[in-house]
């Protein structure tokens, strides 16, 4: 049992106490601002910063040379940072890729995996996944001449927060051939037993994708012991890549052999792709689902924060976010039942992932009371706030900071200033 109290003092002593704590100067935080929204975009490190700056000179310096002088060779690029995410997952280097970005790699991973027969042409998905993943699904059983009424079987959640395992195994009939999930869910932070549906899939044949877009570089995965055939990430949320910064792939070697759906030059086997052949030579590891060139500019900031979670160390990481996420719920408990505020939230370690979701009737107008006092939230439809405090950058007196100012504009009513529309990138 975690003891925690409600003065500030106390949170300062937490900070003086944070072994993580060294990590924020090394972001660029705004001045006066509580950033709690690094669940959608990670900030900015100086360390990003510099490998992309990097970049820029390499290529004012190399030129073509670019891709090949031995400095920086950027032709392999991609490898080097599969290697650096791979311990995020504990995957080997060889099955893990970047590419593109998460709704791409879902349509690449099907193209791969999904193979429908007469007999079994079925995918499951869950209703609260981030919808760009269902858009993929329906898209591509669509592509493969089936009705999205027929081909995809939601599982519906029974409460409408968190995905119930038992449920999404008793779907798993004898016509589906494949399963995808979110790792940790985007609104309730849930986070799903990808274990557990992993060994139910795989002993029924289904192919088991996760998306880990909620979860990397917040929650470890053990993908050695949860095997999954494959799994997609962003990086720009908690691996802090930047604005759309290049995708992650992982795909399972023991399906090297199956090759890229949708092939390209840059999927082909290294020594032979400039012999520029007319027939395709698939690589034998993860690089193979890469297709065009990669985008330099897209990825260099991945390095400086990849280079970031390993000195930091990603246990170390999860420990302080399951520690402040519950020293943030303390606070709610004690500071802010009263004035309607709860949490949708799982409050087992094991089920939770990074953020809290803060949930009130007048959530949205509260959100943007939060914005006019320099706190960056994130606001989901119709009546949760999510508040993501990050190990790297988010301190035990910002959250204390946090909850005071939201006790401030329920006393003073200042949220009732604002009103009740929703703005269009929420
Ligand atoms: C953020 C997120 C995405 C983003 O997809 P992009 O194609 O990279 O824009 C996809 N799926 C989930 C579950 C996400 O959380």
């Not at 029974?158 to 195994?169: A, H, P, T, V, Y």
């Not at 060994?199 to 999954?228: C, E, M, N, T």
């Not at 943007?368 to 939230?377: D, Q």
Request: hydrophobic share 35%; with cysteine; aromatic share 12%.
């Amino acid at each position: 049992m975690r003891k925690f109290e409600t003065s500030k003092q106390f949170a300062i002593d937490m900070d003086n106490k944070d072994p993580l704590r060294s990590f924020k100067e090394r972001f660029y935080v705004k001045p006066g601002t509580i950033y709690m929204d690094g669940n959608s975009l990670g900030l900015c490190s100086r360390d990003a910063e510099r490998y992309l700056l990097e970049a820029l000179e390499n290529w004012k310096t190399h030129g073509i040379d670019v891709w090949s002088h031995p400095d920086v060779n950027y032709f392999l690029y991609q490898d080097k940072l599969g290697e650096l995410t791979a311990p995020l997952i504990n995957a080997k280097p060889s099955e893990v890729t970047i590419c593109t970005n998460t709704t791409i790699n879902i349509h690449k991973a099907l193209a791969t995996f999904y193979r429908p027969t007469k007999e079994r042409y079925k995918i499951i998905v869950d209703d609260l996944n981030f919808p760009t993943d269902r858009y993929a699904v329906d898209s591509q059983v669509k592509l493969h001449g089936y009705s999205v009424e027929d081909a995809v079987r939601v599982v519906r959640s029974r409460d409408g927060k968190n995905i119930f395992e038992d449920d999404m195994i008793e779907a798993m009939t004898d016509d589906v051939c494949l399963i995808l999930l979110p790792s940790v869910l985007y609104r309730s932070s849930y986070l799903v037993d990808m274990k557990k549906i992993a060994d139910a899939a795989r002993a029924k044949g289904i192919y088991v994708g996760f998306d880990l877009s909620h979860s990397i570089g917040s929650v470890p995965h053990d993908f050695s012991r949860i095997q999954p055939d494959f799994a997609v990430w962003c990086s720009y949320k908690y691996l802090n890549g930047g604005p759309g910064a290049i995708a992650g792939l992982y795909i399972n070697e023991k399906h090297f052999k199956l090759g890229p759906g949708l092939a390209g030059w840059h999927g082909n086997k290294k020594e032979t792709q400039f012999d520029l052949n007319q027939t395709f030579e698939p690589s034998e590891y993860a690089g193979a689902w890469q297709t065009g060139t990669q985008p330099i500019f897209s990825m260099a900031p991945i390095e400086g924060s990849l280079r970031m979670f390993a000195e930091a160390g990603l246990e170390n990481i999860r420990a302080k976010s399951l520690n402040i996420t519950a020293y943030l719920m303390y606070l709610i408990d004690e500071k802010l039942r009263k004035y309607g505020f709860s949490y949708g939230n799982p409050t087992d370690d094991e089920r939770r992932g990074g953020h809290v979701a803060l949930e009130h009737d007048d959530a949205i107008r509260i959100n943007k009371a939060l914005k006019g006092r320099g706190v960056v939230p994130d606001f989901r439809y119709p009546n949760v706030i999510r508040l993501a405090p990050i190990a790297f950058y988010v301190s035990y007196e910002d959250v204390f900071n946090l909850v005071d100012i939201i006790i401030d504009i329920m006393e003073t009513k200042e949220y009732e200033k604002y009103d009740g529309n929703r703005g269009t990138v929420a």
